[in-house]
């Protein structure tokens, strides 16, 4: 079945640790994206890429990194600069930069130990 | 700056119930606009798409006001399942960045009682 797979579901972090959180798709959908979520939050947009070799900021990028490298993956990578790490992250995906519906992945819960 | 207002509730109401929630939206040039479901700690799901005729989808029923900038979903006959966060999505052109950029509410929170 086609879809969109985050790893892993739980996540832990040490101070001054960098974490890398997965994100998979099996689509073939041109654009994903990053959000974070606090709790009674609305999503807020970290990263978005539109194509392969190229990603945008989004509204909240600050201490954290993406790539792009392959069409199916957008890892996301959570730095030390992040100061407030806590949150659940989602990644979702949708089929160019339309007008289309998003397709999201289950989310991983990010905690500092 | 662009934004989406959604009553958090929570609304509690009993099974059988009628209710409805709406969304407001800043951006008079937004273009399309969602419902989306998301239970705790789960993803959003894709409730229904909005249309400018208004649409219905079993129990679920969806309206877009563009000149008053809202829309609405109605829910007849709430069953238990139906507890649950419900976020209102509108799409719309960023021209500064040359894509489609998705704006989300806070979602509001229904909670279904036997």
């Known amino acids: 079945d086609g879809g969109i797979t985050q790893s892993p579901k739980y996540l832990f972090r040490k101070e001054g640790q960098n974490v890398t959180l997965s994100c998979e798709q099996n689509l073939n959908h041109d654009a994903m994206y990053w959000y974070r979520q606090d709790p009674g939050q609305g999503l807020r947009l970290i990263y978005y890429s539109q194509i392969v070799n190229d990603f945008q900021k989004g509204d909240i990028a600050e201490g954290y990194s993406v790539s792009r490298e392959k069409k199916e993956s957008f890892p996301l990578t959570v730095t030390s600069a992040q100061k407030n790490p806590t949150a659940f992250y989602l990644c979702a995906s949708r089929q160019g930069p339309g007008l289309r519906k998003l397709f999201f992945g289950s989310g991983t819960q990010l905690s500092v130990l | 700056r662009k934004e989406v207002e959604q009553d958090p509730g929570p609304f509690n109401v009993p099974e059988g119930a009628t209710v409805a929630f709406n969304c407001t939206y800043s951006?008079?040039?937004?273009?399309?606009f969602f419902w989306y479901r998301q239970d705790c700690r789960k993803e959003p799901k894709l409730l229904m798409s909005v249309y400018s005729s208004g649409n219905e989808d079993g129990r679920f029923t969806a309206q877009l006001n563009r000149a008053s900038q809202y829309i609405s979903l109605l829910i007849r006959d709430s069953k238990l399942s139906d507890s649950a966060t419900y976020l209102c999505?509108?799409?719309?052109?960023?021209?500064?960045?040359?894509?489609?950029?998705?704006?989300f509410g806070k979602g509001t929170k229904l909670s279904v009682i036997p």
């Open positions: 951006n008079s040039a937004s273009q399309s």
């Open positions: 999505v509108v799409n719309e052109v960023d021209s500064g960045a040359g894509s489609y950029q998705l704006t």
